[in-house]
C-alpha cells in the first residue's frame, strides 16, 4: 500500500516562502506522476502543480511563476517551493500520486489520482 505523508505547512506572512515535502513509501516508481492540490475552507480541491512521470511540470495559473514543484527520485520525496504567497493561497495541501498515463490536460483531475496524503494546512496572513 503507498503512504504519501506530507510535511512542512505553517503560518506565513504574506509575501513569504515556504516548502512542503511529500515523503512517499512503496512507490513511485519512475514511471508514477506526482502531484500537488489544495482545499480551501468550503471550496473544492483543486489542482496545483504536477510532475509527470515524463518529468514534465504543470501549474495552476493561480501559481504560476510563484510555485515550484519538484522530486527526488532517490529518496522518494517530493516537493513544492511556494514563494510570494497570497492570502488567497490558504489552503490544506495534498500529495498525490498515479500510475495512470494522463489524456490531455487530464492531472488537473482529483479522480486521475489513487493515492493521496492526509494533508498540511498552509495559512498565509497578512
Known amino acids: 500500500q503507498v503512504h504519501l505523508v506530507e510535511s512542512g505547512g505553517g503560518l506565513v506572512q504574506t509575501g513569504g516562502s515556504l516548502t512542503l515535502s511529500c515523503a512517499a513509501s512503496?512507490?513511485?516508481?519512475?514511471?508514477?506522476?506526482l502531484a500537488w492540490f489544495r482545499q480551501a475552507p468550503g471550496k473544492e480541491r483543486e489542482f496545483v502543480a504536477v510532475?509527470?512521470?515524463?518529468?514534465?511540470?504543470y501549474y495552476a495559473d493561480s501559481v504560476k511563476d510563484r510555485f515550484t514543484v519538484s522530486r527526488d527520485s532517490a529518496t522518494n520525496t517530493l516537493y513544492l517551493f511556494m514563494d510570494n504567497l497570497k492570502s488567497e493561497d490558504t489552503a490544506v495541501y495534498y500529495c498525490a500520486g498515479t500510475a495512470r498515463a494522463f489524456s490531455a490536460g487530464s492531472y488537473v483531475r482529483t479522480r486521475e489520482y489513487d493515492w493521496w496524503g492526509q494533508g498540511t494546512q498552509v495559512t498565509v496572513s497578512s
Open positions: 510532475v509527470t512521470w515524463l518529468g514534465n511540470t
Open positions: 512503496q512507490r513511485p516508481y519512475s514511471s508514477d506522476s
